[in-house]
């Protein structure tokens, strides 16, 4: 007897922290404007570190500096703390779905989670590959957060949306990570609303080449 009420307290600790995780299901008595509008909030601000990054970070002190690691230091935390953040938004109105939010705030709630950690992003990958079968996840997205899957298990990517920054005979560049099967990514592009790869790359001033070895210095 003593055991199974033991049991039934793991049980209940289990529920109390997860069973709600992961709800995605519409509730009629709920409005969800606030949490729309919170997570747009959350998101803008998680990306305009992405932005000074790219924009300012970079360009004025290169990749092998004290301050660009710096700044990847203080973005991770920030990203630890937007998922923290998140989570506490989820707990109280379920996973962010296009029919509860829109496609913005989703769109947020996806773009914290992409630039979480590899465990987190992990732990939700699941979640999102239920909510593509049901139109509930952009299939770019979903494209987005596979190609990010592989990349944690060193596999090669089917869409070509991941890359790191490289120098390059002193020149930063933008590079895309090995890309399986190439010869039939425009295909599989197509399928989840991505541009051809070559008008892609020549868009974004970005570089393919398989045989560069990866340096893995950023972050994620």
């Not at 090995?178 to 989840?192: G, Q, Y």
Request: charge should be positive; hydrophobic fraction near 35%; glycine fraction near 4%.
């Amino acid at each position: 007897m003593l055991l199974n009420k033991s049991l039934l307290f793991v049980i209940l600790i289990i529920c109390t922290t997860s069973c709600n995780y992961h709800h995605w299901k519409i509730d009629s008595k709920i409005d969800y404007t606030a949490y729309k509008n919170e997570l747009i909030l959350l998101s803008d601000n998680n990306l305009m570190s992405r932005l000074a990054l790219r924009d300012s970070i970079i360009p004025r002190y290169g990749i092998d500096s004290k301050e660009f690691k710096a700044f990847i230091a203080r973005m991770a935390k920030q990203d630890t703390l937007d998922v923290i953040k998140l989570r506490e938004l989820e707990q109280k109105y379920g996973w962010a779905t296009e029919s509860k939010v829109g496609e913005e705030g989703a769109n947020g709630a996806f773009l914290i989670i992409q630039h979480a950690d590899a465990k987190t992003q992990r732990r939700y990958y699941p979640l999102f590959k239920k909510l593509y079968k049901k139109g509930e996840i952009s299939k770019s997205n979903y494209a987005l957060i596979t190609d990010r899957i592989l990349k944690y298990k060193r596999k090669k990517q089917l869409y070509g949306t991941q890359g790191d920054y490289l120098k390059i005979n002193d020149t930063i560049r933008g590079v895309i990570y090995t890309i399986r099967n190439l010869s039939k990514i425009d295909k599989r592009r197509a399928k989840v609303g991505l541009r051809p790869f070559k008008e892609y790359l020549q868009d974004s001033h970005l570089l393919y080449d398989p045989q560069l070895k990866r340096t893995a210095f950023f972050h994620r």
